[in-house]
Each structure stands twice: as C-alpha cells, then as structure tokens.
C-alpha cells in the first residue's frame, strides 16, 4: 500500500477493546428486481446479511447495531439470530453517515472501536475487518478500506498528499485530476469510539447528491489533526452486491472457498466446480463427492462417505461409510447410520436409515425407520400421507420388502419379516413373518389379442 499514514501513540491489543459493529441494511435494492430485500437474497445458502453479521462477530464486535428499512421484520429476524444484535430503522434515506447515527443510542452507549460495515458486500473475511481495526488500538481517529484498481470508475477515491490522506471524494464531486487517482474508497470505516459520534455529527450534505456521506469523516479527522489510516484489502473481496449478476460472482467466490477448504480437509472433490455447497456443511475425511452435488444447509457427512453423482442434501446426517446415490436425494430430517446404503432415485425424508440398511432403487422413504441390515427393494414406498397428516412406518432390523410393494402409514414391519413384491402392507406385519398383499394372478386360457375390424 502505497498511502498509508502511520498513527501514533501506544498500542493496546485488540482482544482488549470493545468493538461495536454498526452494519447499513437499509438498502431497497430496486436493482435487484425482487420482493425479498437485497441483504436477504443468500449466498451459499445464508442472507448475505448473515455472512457480514458472522463475519464482524468473528473479528470481534460483541455488540452489532443493524440499520433497516421500517417494518421489515423478515429482515429483523435474521438480525435476531445474532447474540448481541439489536435493529434500528432508518426512516429518511439521506446517505451513508445518516444512516450510521439512525443506531445513536448504540453510538452514545460507547465502544472503544466502532466498524462502520456493509449488508450487502458479503466477501469481507473477519480477518479484514480485525486488520481494518487494529490502526485504532495505535492512536488511529480513522480507518478506511481501500484498493487499487486499474479501472476506478464509479468509486470514490482515496486523496493523498505527502504519503498522508486528506480525504475521500465521491466520483461525481471529484475533479478531473482526482479522477485519476486509482487508490478507491471500498466504504467500510474504522472510527475510534473516542471521536465517532463528534466527527459523525459534523458531516454535513455539501456536494453533488445533497447527501451526508460517510467518507466526509477522513477530511473532519484530518483537519482535526487527527491520525487516518488506510488499510489495504483485494478488490475482488470488497465487491457489493447490487444485481443478480453481482451476485453470481459473489456465490461463485463463496463457492471457491468453501471448496478449497473441503479438500484441505481431506475430502476428494472429483470436479471440484460442480459440487455446490452450504455455509455450514460439514465433510469428514476420506470423503468422495462426485460431480454434480449440491449440499443444502445443515448437512454433516462422515467420515469414508461416498456421495455419488446429482444427489442433493439438504438438513441431512451421514454416518462413517454411508454411500448415497446417483441421483439420490437426502431431504431434511433424514439420518444415515454407519454403511448405510441409498441408491439411484431414491428420496428420504425424515426417516432414520439403520447401520447396514439399504435402500438402492426408484424408492420414497418418508416419516420412517429402516432397521439394522434390512433391504427394500426397488419401488419400495412409504406411503405416509393420507392428505391431512403425516403417519409414520417402522421396519424391522434384517426384514426385507420385495419391490414395488407400498407400506400404508401407520404400519410395522417386524424384525426379519418379509414382504412379498407388489404388495401393499396395511396392517403390521409380525416379526419373522411373510406378508402378501397383492391380488392372486389369473390366467386366461384361449385369450386372444383384438384385432381392427
């Protein structure tokens, strides 16, 4: 970084000061054409709200202020999730230092570090934001984000004089000769908690948009004589999300990450750029995804799992040895014991699949448990609906259901029972038992087939 101004004064660890968090979440986001709220669009399966919230909690804030439009509970509650997170509505939108004093009273209540951060720029890791903080432990009134790049239209720059930075100005109220400058504002801020509320309160709507902006705060320090800071980050990690497209990219370099970290840990992604993951899934070791997967959220996968081709999980538990698929899908609530066995086409929901059990063909096992060993075979469904509620199947360790046989709900079928193919079970069947329940086969002696007349 080539404009950075050293602060003085004595360094205290970060570890030893409070850090509020003051995230801006008030954004319609017109551009995104949608009814949901632009920071509650996901990525990798999370409000991208949620990633900054986790990500300023990571480095450290223990008290988050999130400012949001007025009434939008939807909003509110993905807020509510965070311990020490509390909202504030911004009822004018009169720009981005407006916005930070709508959450005053979380201001006045006093922080040693206040991080000024953005709902809808979802990349930045918690190690930026503690690196965008720690100038203020040095003595530092200021700190502000920053990148080079090559093409710096439509942000605001970064000025410089002297190695010591005087201000930040907007593109539209730039001059020609500051247009020039490829050192740009990527929005965030660090603001000593000292100085926050009286440089805040001082910003005034002097310029082009008749706004109040949050980047008027280095031009009041410095001309305070107060210490700024700039503090370098990666363009492509301090890139906001205003449209779907930008949001692709956003998805796409979550993606690479959580990629990356699946196979530093010990799983073998066979191609790497199709398998799609959560925020939260969880891999063991020795773990083979084939190409195609998509991991919804709440999926943890043990230890030697294979997860063949076009399978989708979602809310899903694999123990140690558990294969699954092609084309399988794990719903939520479904929980694989050890060497488990789910096949092709075959869907389960809520159903608990014993160590040993398979189910390996065009089968639907809902609301059920499938006991130690036992085999459905092909077409097995559990037929669990009756169009009101939902009624539970229970079979037995070692049985076996031969194929295309359907298990009316609520059913039992006992420890190594047999059900014979084709049938439809609607009464229990007693352990060690055969069931059928198909109508007898009847052969017509001198059928012929029609013909046209």
Not at 80 to 88: D, I, N, Q, S, V
Not at 128 to 136: D, E, I, K, N, V
Not at 325 to 351: C, D, H, M, S, T
Request: aromatic share 4%.
């Amino acid at each position: 970084m080539t404009a950075t101004q050293k602060p003085t004064g004595t360094s205290e660890p970060a570890g030893t000061r409070s850090l509020l968090a003051v995230v801006l979440a008030a954004g319609k986001g017109t551009r995104m054409r949608s009814a949901l709220p632009k920071v509650l669009h996901p990525i990798a399966g999370r409000p991208m709200l949620a990633h900054v919230l986790a990500s300023v909690a990571e480095a450290g804030a223990v008290r988050l202020a999130v400012v949001v439009e007025p009434g939008r509970d939807d909003v509110a509650r993905v807020v509510a999730a965070f311990p020490g997170a509390e909202t504030f509505s911004q009822e004018e939108r009169l720009g981005t230092a407006h916005a930070v004093l709508a959450a005053r009273r979380a201001l006045t209540e006093g922080a040693d570090d206040v991080v000024v951060a953005f709902g809808d720029t979802p990349l930045i890791a918690p190690e930026t934001y503690a690196r965008l903080r720690a100038p203020l432990a040095d003595g530092a009134a200021v700190a502000v984000l920053a990148f080079e790049s090559p093409n710096p239209t439509g942000y605001g720059r970064v000025l410089v004089e002297d190695g010591r930075v005087t201000a930040i100005r907007e593109e539209k109220d730039a001059s020609e000769a500051e247009r020039r400058v490829t050192l740009c504002n990527a929005g965030l801020m660090a603001l000593s908690g000292a100085h926050a509320l009286g440089i805040l309160e001082r910003i005034g709507n002097a310029n082009a948009a008749g706004e109040y902006y949050l980047p008027d705060a280095v031009a009041l320090a410095v001309a305070d004589g107060l210490p700024v800071a700039v503090v370098p980050v990666a363009e492509a990690e301090a890139q906001g999300v205003n449209d779907r497209v930008q949001l692709s990219v956003a998805e796409a370099a979550v993606q690479a990450t959580l990629r990356r970290r699946a196979m530093l840990a010990g799983a073998t992604l066979i191609a790497p750029e199709t398998v799609f993951f959560s925020h939260d899934t969880v891999l063991g070791r020795d773990v083979v995804v084939e190409p195609h997967v998509v991991f919804g959220p709440g999926v943890v996968v043990g230890d030697r799992c294979t997860i063949h081709a076009f399978s989708h999980l979602e809310r899903a538990r694999l123990a140690a040895g558990v294969q699954i698929g092609p084309y399988a899908r794990l719903r939520p609530g479904a929980v694989l014991e050890e060497g488990a066995r789910i096949g092709n086409f075959v869907e389960v929901k809520n159903a608990a699949i014993k160590a040993g059990a398979k189910v390996n063909h065009l089968s639907y096992v809902g609301d059920a448990e499938v006991g130690e060993g036992a085999n459905l075979g092909a077409g097995t469904i559990t037929c669990n609906y009756d169009g009101v509620n939902k009624h539970r199947t229970v079979i037995g360790a070692g049985a076996f259901v031969g194929s295309n046989s359907a298990l009316v709900a609520p059913v039992t079928v006992g420890a190594g029972a047999f059900v014979g193919s084709g049938s439809v079970i609607t009464d229990d069947v007693p352990p060690g038992t055969l069931a059928i329940g198909r109508g007898r086969q009847v052969v017509k002696a001198g059928w012929a087939k029609p013909t046209k007349t």
